[in-house]
């Protein structure tokens, strides 16, 4: 699948799993919090691709969060798109304080 060849690096710590670009990147793409279940999108990521495939945005989160689910091997409860401007969602400073 798509998701699969975007070489993202995965990042586990105690409370979450980021995927990144770069081990040395700031934000996460995708974050997975272990504790509540939630699983946070990049909007961009959502956007390319529901562009990319001709497919809305909600199809599109929908995809992104059962291919987590599927590569986490874990339930994901509920999805939150982080807008672009909405980047703290995303940020690894931010997790690690909650």
């Known amino acids: 699948m798509y998701l699969d060849n975007q070489d993202f690096v995965k ?3 105690p409370k979450e799993i980021f995927f990144l670009n770069s081990i040395d990147d700031e934000q996460g793409v995708i974050i997975f919090d272990k504790k509540k ?3 946070y999108i990049s909007f961009d990521l959502v956007d390319e691709i529901a562009s990319f495939f001709s497919i809305s ?3 599109s989160s929908n995809l992104i969060t059962d291919w987590a689910q599927g590569y ?3 339930r994901i409860r509920l999805n939150y798109i ?3 401007n909405h980047r703290g969602l995303l940020a690894r ?3 690690s304080r909650t």
Request: cysteine-free; aromatic content about 6%; charged content about 15%.
């Open 57 to 59: 945005k909600v199809h």
């Open 72 to 74: 986490i091997d874990q």
């Open 11 to 13: 990042d586990a710590t």
């Open 37 to 39: 279940g939630m699983l």
């Open 82 to 84: 982080a807008a672009t």
């Open 93 to 95: 400073s931010y997790h």
